[in-house]
């Protein structure tokens, strides 16, 4: 498939919305709607006995709190995707770690959001400031 046409119907501080149109190798044609995200990563981090986990407001879906790995967007210009988790590990948890693992890569829902995810295993925990 070929992407031939997009056009951005809203454009907002954490995402944009785009119109694409896509053509198909047979020859039939496709609107789709993507909402456009920079990405993000996540943490899991492990120290042989807990996995550590953060408390978030997810206003979204109706949540106070939701139980979640420690993530964040990529969205600091010049910062790596390992900066970031690093990053994100010290800021929500208050830990850094001299072990980092790429662990993978999803598409959070790739039916409509351009969002990916790449997951990080920490190991050799410590505390910081």
């Known amino acids: 498939m070929k992407r031939i046409g997009s056009r951005t119907v809203y454009e907002g ?5 785009r119109m694409d149109t896509f ?15 920079p ?45 970031c988790a690093q990053r994100e590990l010290a800021e929500e948890v208050g830990l850094a770690a001299d072990e980092w693992e790429e662990l993978k890569r999803f598409y959070t829902s790739p039916g409509i959001l351009e969002e990916q995810v790449i997951v990080y295993l920490a190991t050799r925990l410590r505390w910081v400031e």
Request: aromatic share 2%; glycine share 8%.
């Open 13 to 17: 501080p954490i995402a944009s919305v």
């Open 23 to 37: 053509r198909h190798d047979d020859g039939s044609e496709a609107e789709r709607q993507v909402v456009t995200h």
């Open 39 to 83: 990405g993000a990563v996540a943490v899991i981090a492990h120290d042989d006995v807990h996995i550590y986990l953060v408390r978030q407001p997810r206003e979204a879906v109706g949540e106070e709190q939701t139980l979640e790995l420690p993530a964040g967007k990529l969205d600091v210009p010049g910062e790596s995707p390992l900066e």
